[in-house]
């Protein structure tokens, strides 16, 4: 059981309305666990109400999370995933803050893979389908790829792949759920290969290159970085990504930047503190809602301390910027921004039954979308939102 207080459930600069959300929901995780099958299946699905008078009152909102491992040989191994999702909070159907509306959504993600030991050459082949859709647009996307790897001696490894995608999307893009995006077809193709060199006992860097050729305004985006990682059971663990990106159309000046995606944590006795930051361009036609290709940058920091074993604390803070770059969307659009900050407790009161709560402060600016709220339509412009979050978690 969940309740939910938000002072702005609308998300909107002006008019804003206070809403109580109660959930009350059931879950359940299935294991597979066979001599050559692996699996898992975990499902929840809640009941909410809500008492803004704006909002449909009663939701069912359910998620699935699914997959699979099935060994035929021990070289050959065949895997597939689902992740079905239908909620109408913003942050699930971006984590990057593109979508600074309420409004229900469903998604969902399956894929297939197959893996196959040649000799010294370890391969993969994969295919996915994306769906998302909303009350304004619907977006397909269906992606096939190869890779392989190789080592080079005891300490190097070489991987080398090809993945094309194609993406469709249907429905007005007038609305109040996209940032400028468009309608139609789309493909993508993208080439990517990697040298690696394990440097010692727990460090690995190398060196990476992506092209990938879209056919929205025959835009072109390569990228070379230089990678590593290190990481201790207890201390510091390490994950960089540095290197270069540069977008090339027929129809926008050539752009270029710093790219980076990379986490640093280091775990105390009781105490885990992480910072990540991530900055590139996103084809975001290839899965969940089309906003065309955005050039992406974020920020985000937490702090986990163990008070006792069975009280926890957190605080969380997140900074993400998006800016359009004229390759499915319109380029003058403003930047969509968005800062959270909280913190929060979780309490487990038995083995079995679990409490936490939750405070989160988020200000976004919604870009070029319209907001719509409970006094009417307001044209964007920076919106706040306080929430207080309470739920219980009984396990049997």
Do not use: C, H
């Not at 666990?33 to 009663?58: F, H, K, L």
């Not at 089309?290 to 920091?301: D, I, R, W």
């Amino acid at each position: 059981m969940t309740e939910t207080w938000t002072d702005n459930f609308n998300l909107t600069p002006s008019n804003k309305q206070e809403n109580f959300r109660t959930t009350v929901g059931l879950g359940s995780t299935v294991l597979i666990n066979g001599p050559t099958t692996q699996g898992s299946i975990a499902t929840q699905a809640g009941v909410t109400y809500d008492t803004a008078p704006t909002s449909q009152n009663v939701n069912f909102f359910p998620n699935v999370n699914a997959a699979i491992q099935q060994v035929l040989s021990p070289r050959l191994t065949l895997s597939a995933t689902d992740v079905f999702t239908r909620t109408d909070e913003p942050a699930q159907s971006n984590s990057f803050g593109l979508n600074t509306q309420r409004q229900t959504f469903s998604s969902n993600t399956f894929g297939l893979s197959a893996d196959w030991l040649a000799d010294l050459i370890a391969t993969q082949g994969y295919y996915w389908n994306s769906y998302f859709t909303n009350n304004d647009t619907t977006t397909t996307a269906n992606t096939v790829g190869a890779n392989a790897s190789t080592g080079i001696g005891a300490l190097n490894t070489v991987r080398v792949g090809y993945e094309f995608t194609t993406s469709d999307t249907t429905g007005s893009t007038s609305g109040s759920s996209t940032v400028s995006g468009t309608t139609g077809s789309t493909t993508s193709q993208t080439v990517f290969g990697s040298f690696s060199r394990q440097t010692g006992e727990r460090a690995t860097a190398g060196l990476s290159s992506a092209y990938t050729f879209l056919s929205d305004d025959n835009a072109r985006i390569w990228n070379v970085s230089l990678f590593g990682s290190y990481g201790q059971p207890e201390g510091l663990s390490l994950s960089v990504s540095l290197g270069y990106s540069f977008l090339r159309s027929d129809n926008e000046p050539d752009t270029g930047g710093v790219t980076t995606n990379s986490t640093l944590s280091y775990t105390f006795t009781q105490a885990v503190i992480s910072v990540s930051v991530f900055r590139d361009y996103r084809n975001t036609t290839t899965g969940g809602q089309n906003f065309g290709v955005v050039q992406t940058a974020g920020y985000s920091g937490s702090f986990l301390y163990t008070f006792t074993p069975s009280v926890t604390g957190n605080l969380l803070a997140s900074y993400t910027t998006n800016d359009n770059t004229g390759i499915g969307n319109t380029s003058s659009t403003s930047s969509t921004n968005t800062l959270t900050a909280g913190g929060g407790l979780r309490w487990q009161i038995f083995t079995w039954l679990s409490s936490s709560v939750q405070y989160t402060y988020t200000v976004g600016n919604s870009g070029g979308q319209t907001v719509t709220g409970s006094g009417g339509s307001t044209s964007n412009g920076n919106y706040t939102q306080n929430q207080v979050t309470f739920s219980l978690v009984g396990i049997f």
